[in-house]
């Protein structure tokens, strides 16, 4: 079964650096584009950014765009989502979610706090 199991969240301080990883199984990496989606606390879900099955194509929301960097090792079956410049308004929960038409697998999120 299709499994997306994120990790690499923790505490940061404001302007630091954290990088996340989406580990999945069950379902051939290469062929699915993937995506990135938080939820701050009390919010709705925001969509980040999102990364085509070969890689080469990659598109970011305006509100992170510049400080954060999606990628993908097909080889290793993993999502990356680099985060630079850390902001108070970046802390929520990250899901990774597989795209088949929509996002229609999501993993448990992993959680991301920024403070000083």
């Known amino acids: 079964q299709v499994q997306l199991v994120e990790s690499g969240g923790g505490s940061v301080q404001p302007g630091g650096s954290l990088r996340l990883s989406c580990a999945a199984s069950?379902?051939?990496?290469?062929?699915?584009?993937m995506s990135w989606v938080r939820q701050a606390p009390g919010k709705g879900l925001e969509w980040v950014s999102s990364?085509?099955?070969?890689?080469?194509?990659?598109v970011y929301a305006d509100s992170v765009k510049g400080r954060f960097t999606i990628s993908r090792d097909n080889a290793k079956n993993t999502l990356y989502l680099e985060i630079d410049a850390l902001k108070p308004e970046d802390r929520a929960v990250y899901y990774c979610?597989?795209?088949?038409?929509?996002?229609?697998?999501w993993g448990k999120g992993t959680l991301v706090t920024v403070s000083s």
């Open positions: 069950g379902f051939t990496f290469s062929s699915h584009a």
């Open positions: 990364i085509s099955g070969p890689g080469g194509s990659i």
């Open positions: 979610s597989r795209w088949d038409g929509g996002l229609d697998y």
